[in-house]
């Protein structure tokens, strides 16, 4: 997927439901040890997805399931950033307690992108060592769907999730 395409789809993304770790640009730039162009159009892709969602007109839809695991080594200021963002209409956190045990959200982070326009199906996306896949066959987007929708079944409630970042935080 080009660039170009990538940032398109931004602008005109609807809801974005996502199984991973953190989302900010300083941690972008310190996880990754990739291309300085990659690093630069991945955070503009999110920064964009950023301002999507604080929007206040027809804001993006964030869904995130989160490890407990992925906020292991996260800053105070990163959880009460979680925490914060949590409170918005648009946004739903949840936290996949180490209690879950194995699930299928164990094989990685993944994105799935769904947009208003039915013209635009939604997109699976995957980061992985070697770089990125945008992935559009809709067969393998509706198992990362199921997968998502099991996933947030075996995680706490938004409520408790926020309630475990708040503990969390205040434990750093």
Known sequence: MTD?????LGEVLKELRKR????QPGFARARVQRSRR????QIEVRMLR???LLSEEDPLVFHAIMTESALAHASSAQLALIREQAGRDNVTVQLLPWSA????????PFTVLDFPVKMDRSVLYVEHAAGSLHL???SKVKVAKLTFTHLSKLALSPAESAD??????AER
Do not use: K
């Open 4 to 8: 170009q395409r990538l940032r398109r």
């Open 50 to 52: 950023r301002q999507r």
């Open 136 to 138: 559009e066959d809709q």
């Open 101 to 108: 045990g194995p699930n299928d959200g164990q094989m990685g």
């Open 20 to 23: 991973a770790g953190m989302s």
């Open 164 to 169: 475990r970042i708040e503990r969390l935080a």
């Open 38 to 41: 990659w690093v630069e159009n």
